[in-house]
């Protein structure tokens, strides 16, 4: 599972509320990301970071903010949930100390949210 | 035009048989390629990588690249019925700090 746990993993809200999303990590790589998944779209960059308070938008950033305060955390948080947002969310790692910019990605077990 | 392209499939072989799951993609820049097997439920996991023109084998799996004419595909030798998962292709592109671009996935089913 490459060291990474998201929590929690299943989740039910109601429109409007806040909701935050955690990927924790125990390797202390520089780089997270956080996408979602949706049928017939595939997977799709929601927001990265690439170190402490280090943090890029990535293609479907509206409605959601990150931060990184500590390297092995990176929170996603639904400030207002709407129920476009029910989706499954993965966190994803960059494995560094590699010396390759092109090393893939490795993916948490996913959280599954649901908006109603 | 998406920028990663798969049929989504479901594409159907027996066992034993090659599977042949194709990707294009449209941005030239893109460096490096990468195939993600998926099952229902799960997370991606990956498979291989390539960065090079040509193929590269791993086990059963080879993936080939082709820049030219953008497109990169994954074989699967002797397919067995536990390799019946999605597989996504993700391309990262120059510069863009491993973020990766997915396409939508191709379903594959291996049958008995």
């Known amino acids: 599972d490459a060291g990474i746990t998201q929590s929690p993993r299943h989740k039910v809200t109601e429109t409007g509320t806040p909701v935050t999303l955690r990927c924790h990590q125990t390797?202390?790589?520089?780089?997270m990301y956080w996408y979602r998944q949706d049928p017939g779209h595939g997977l799709r960059l929601i927001h990265y970071?690439?170190?402490?308070?280090?943090?890029d938008k990535g293609e479907v950033s509206d409605g959601y903010s990150v931060s990184r305060s500590k390297t092995e955390d990176f929170l996603l948080t639904l400030e207002s949930a709407t129920s476009s947002q029910t989706s499954v969310y993965f966190c994803?790692?960059?494995?560094?100390?590699?010396?390759?910019?092109?090393?893939?990605?490795?993916f948490g077990n996913g959280t599954r949210l649901t908006v109603t | 035009q998406k920028e990663v392209e798969q049929n989504s499939g479901p594409l159907s072989v027996p066992e034993g048989a090659i599977a042949s799951l194709n990707c294009t993609y449209s941005?030239?820049?893109?460096?490096?390629f990468f195939w993600y097997r998926q099952y229902s439920g799960k997370s991606p996991e990956l498979i291989m990588f390539?960065?090079?023109?040509g193929d590269k084998e791993d086990g059963r799996f080879t993936a080939q690249l082709n820049k030219a004419s953008q497109y990169v595909s994954l074989l699967i030798r002797d397919s067995q019925p536990s390799d019946s998962a999605t597989y996504l292709c993700?391309?990262?592109?120059?510069?863009?700090?491993?973020?990766?671009?997915f396409g939508t996935g191709t379903r594959l089913q291996v049958t008995l």
């Open positions: 994803a790692i960059r494995k560094t100390g590699t010396g390759d910019n092109n090393s893939p990605l490795h």
């Open positions: 390797e202390n790589h520089r780089y």
């Open positions: 970071s690439y170190g402490v308070k280090d943090t």
């Open positions: 941005d030239r820049g893109s460096q490096s």
């Open positions: 390539i960065y090079s023109n």
């Open positions: 993700a391309v990262k592109v120059t510069g863009t700090a491993s973020k990766l671009t």
